[in-house]
């Protein structure tokens, strides 16, 4: 059970933002909110993680609503290379495992 | 930075024979996952590691995997017998010691593909 919702796939032109939705309804107040993508034929390799407050790295934003309970992954400059599987996690403060989900194919359009 | 490293990279067997997996995880990684992901699905956890003991095999199908990390280090896991549905792609994942504040980001190997016949 990855307690995540995401959707399946999502489509983007090149050079637009991309925002990736994710629904955790039922999040814990000490859950964090992990984002992995995994390229075509790779391991899935980190992007992002928070608890409430809304993140930034080079990578992309994390965006957390107030309640908790929905996220957005914001890629600020989509490229051919952005095209991937991105997994929405859940992550209680006490594991450090992670639960992946089927995560949301996303397709670059040139 | 030397990353996860796994081989073979890919593996063709038939069902009720026997195949085994190695992993180098990065320098210094305490952690060391072992995750498979069946074509169209997310990685799932099979066996967790924090140096050379055993933390979680909870979804380790027991009967016919097995895995170890003798020295804390590089890791094996083997499948025997395989079965068809073990097609899937075997995938390593190693982190510093857990528990550290902040230290949590998991880094993956680019995984062994499993074809059983």
């Known amino acids: 059970d990855a307690k995540t919702t995401q959707p399946n796939s999502m489509e983007s032109n090149e050079e637009e933002p991309v925002h990736l939705p994710c629904n955790h309804s039922t999040i814990s107040g000490t859950d964090y909110i992990h984002w992995y993508r995994q390229l075509p034929s790779q391991g899935p390799e980190y992007v992002i993680h928070?608890?409430?407050s809304n993140v930034n790295n080079r990578m992309a934003s994390l965006a957390i609503a107030e309640d908790r309970k929905s996220s957005t992954l914001i890629l600020h400059r989509a490229t051919l290379r952005d095209a991937a599987v991105y997994y929405c996690?859940?992550?209680?403060?006490?594991?450090?495992?992670?639960?992946f989900g089927k995560g949301t194919k996303l397709s670059v359009i040139p | 930075e030397a990353g996860v490293a796994q081989s073979p990279r890919y593996k063709i067997i038939e069902k009720r024979q026997s195949v085994a997996f190695w992993c180098n995880p990065i320098s210094g990684h305490a952690t060391l996952y072992w995750y498979q992901q069946i074509l169209g699905q997310g990685p799932k956890l099979l066996i967790q590691?924090?140096?050379?003991?055993?933390?979680?095999d909870s979804q380790l199908p027991k009967d016919r995997f097995s895995a170890e990390r003798l020295k804390g280090v590089d890791s094996t896991l083997k499948i025997q017998p395989a079965k068809l549905e073990d097609s899937a792609v075997y995938l390593c994942?190693?982190?510093?010691?857990?528990?550290?504040?902040?230290?949590?980001?998991?880094?993956f190997g680019p995984g062994t593909r499993l074809t059983v016949t």
């Open positions: 994942a190693s982190t510093l010691l857990i528990g550290l504040a902040g230290v949590h980001e998991q880094y």
């Open positions: 590691f924090q140096n050379n003991g055993v933390v979680d």
């Open positions: 996690i859940r992550r209680g403060a006490g594991s450090y495992q992670l639960t």
């Open positions: 928070g608890l409430t």
